[in-house]
T-cell receptor, first 112, second 113 residues
Framework: RKEVEQDPGPFNVPEGATVAFNCTYSNSASQSFFWYRQDCRKEPKLLMSVYSSGNEDGRFTAQLNRASQYISLLIRDSKLSDSATYLCVVNRPRGSQGNLIFGKGTKLSVKP | DGGITQSPKYLFRKEGQNVTLSCEQNLNHDAMYWYRQDPGQGLRLIYYSQIVNDFQKGDIAEGYSVSREKKESFPLTVTSAQKNPTAFYLC????????????FGEGSWLTVV
């Protein structure tokens, strides 16, 4: 099983749609989870951290299921500006720094 | 403004040449990282440094070297030993108190010609 696995997409959705991405991770000892957004040919930017109880930031909702070792991101009322690649990020709990492992990303394309 | 500055943004290198990518941060972050991204691939860790004068190999360190002589600077040298150096290189940093949240520079595109 890969350390972090995502559906590569692309997800092509109309404006206003609700879209959900899932991500699975292999190390049950991982403690930190994030969603990053990466625009074409740009650096990744933190979208949101993922907390055990789930968390929401405007149109974005992140959930963590430790038992099944997966993370999800829900985007409601999609905007054209949401078009990007969404990276699932999980810490690798080794040593004292818990290096981050990045998924390959799920590409979202929101169409008018 | 506070942030992470990478330079150059675009770089062309002839095979057999070493090249150094600069990364400077004024965020007072302790930890710094270098990642490589290939098309359609996830980020892979090359080297990281938790503190000045100390650094550790990541998953794909072969053919690369780094130094951390100052807290704010973490340059990456891509040596001629790196067989497939053409890629997008991302520098990142993290404050100890921020948990595991890291922030990236704008990246450097290296092309070997």
């Amino acid at each position: 099983r890969k350390e972090v696995e995502q559906d590569p997409g692309p997800f092509n959705v109309p404006e206003g749609a609700t879209v959900a991405f899932n991500c699975t991770y292999s190390n049950s000892a991982s403690q930190s989870f994030f969603w990053y957004r990466q625009d074409c040919r740009k650096e990744p930017k933190l979208l949101m951290s993922v907390y055990s109880s789930g968390n929401e930031d405007g149109r974005f909702t992140a959930q963590l299921n430790r038992a099944s070792q997966y993370i999800s991101l829900l985007i409601r009322d999609s905007k054209l500006s949401d078009s990007a690649t969404y990276l699932c990020v999980v810490n690798r709990p080794r040593g004292s720094q818990g290096n981050l492992i990045f998924g390959k990303g799920t590409k979202l394309s929101v169409k008018p | 403004d506070g942030g992470i500055t990478q330079s150059p943004k675009y770089l062309f290198r002839k095979e057999g040449q070493n090249v150094t990518l600069s990364c400077e941060q004024n965020l007072n972050h302790d930890a710094m990282y270098w990642y490589r991204q290939d098309p359609g691939q996830g980020l892979r860790l090359i080297y990281y440094s938790q503190i000045v004068n100390d650094f550790q190999k990541g998953d794909i360190a072969e053919g690369y070297s780094v130094s951390r002589e100052k807290k704010e600077s973490f340059p990456l040298t891509v040596t001629s030993a790196q067989k497939n150096p053409t890629a997008f290189y991302l520098c990142a940093s993290k404050a100890v108190e921020s948990g595991n949240t890291i922030y990236f520079g704008e990246g450097s595109w290296l092309t070997v010609v």
